[in-house]
């Protein structure tokens, strides 16, 4: 898709999230808008997955290690046809429903459980080992939060990652600065994850994350460097949306009727500037 396209495409689907949320009073809000324009960057330019080949060998595996933003995850699943649209609409966080607040592989599309963080980056060094000693193709991609880097199993999977020289992984951090109860130097100080990564033989870049087109050169520029790859995408939590923007307390706040309207409006016009370009 032409970058145009990514960026209407972005704010298509964060309106549908922003409706999920606000319909069935549960979700992520701050991090499922954190985060939508490195999926969509993914899912609509970079990663060789679709509905059908999914699961194949040579087929590339996402990982959402921060498996709480999953309802933006949800959206795309429903718009590129790997779950029916209207029964997510339906059913998302009813009883007996597969479309529930983490990732699940109940959900075609979803190849890991996450949802407790500091697991997925520990399942892609698995994936890409694995990958490696099949002579598969794949390349695999695993979306963590900054908030999660305090988790040891983080940088034990790291260590890893950097022994077995996985050139075939591409690790994203989500670094927006706030997690649940506050920002992530107050709450537990990772900073700098650079300097960490490239201790542990990572080649490390760093991206504006809600930047369409930087996110999609520097996920589509090859690795030649026989390293694991992280990219450190600077976001905004709640981005798209004023009143959710830069806040903690929107990490799983559900909008108010007038705050939803509101945000519906910024998007709109979000779109309606997009199609005046």
């Known amino acids: 898709m032409e970058i145009l396209d990514l960026k209407k495409k972005a704010v298509q689907l964060r309106k549908r999230t922003w409706e999920l949320i606000y ?87 979803m190849a890991f459980h996450t949802g407790s963080l500091g697991h997925g980056l520990g399942l892609g060094v698995g994936v890409s080992l694995a990958a490696k000693m099949n002579h598969s193709q794949k390349h695999i991609y695993v979306l963590m939060g900054d908030g999660e880097q305090a988790e040891g199993s983080i940088w034990e999977a790291a260590m890893a990652a950097g022994n077995y020289s996985l050139d075939n992984l591409t690790a994203i951090v989500d670094h927006n600065d706030l997690q649940i109860s506050g920002t992530t130097d107050s709450v537990m100080r990772s900073n700098p994850i650079s300097d960490k990564y490239r201790a542990f033989g990572w080649d490390v870049q760093e991206v504006d994350g809600n930047n369409m087109e930087a996110l999609v050169n520097i996920l589509n520029k090859a690795n030649n460097t ?20 830069n806040r903690a307390d929107w990490h799983h706040k559900i909008p108010s009727p007038e705050e939803y309207e509101q945000g519906i409006k910024q998007l709109n016009a979000q779109m309606e500037a997009l199609e005046n370009e």
């Open 226 to 245: 026989n390293k694991p790859r992280l990219i450190i995408a600077n976001t905004v939590k709640g981005k798209g949306i004023t009143v959710a923007e």
């Open 23 to 109: 319909k069935h009073h549960n979700g992520h809000t701050g991090s499922d808008l954190s985060c939508t324009d490195i999926l969509v960057a993914l899912y609509y330019d970079v990663m060789n997955q679709n509905a059908k080949n999914f699961g194949q060998k040579d087929v590339d595996t996402y990982i959402q290690s921060k498996g709480h933003a999953v309802e933006i995850w949800y959206e795309i699943l429903a718009d590129l046809g790997y779950i029916n649209q209207k029964d997510l609409d339906e059913r998302y966080s009813t009883f007996n429903s597969p479309y529930i607040g983490h990732p699940t592989t109940e959900v075609h599309g």
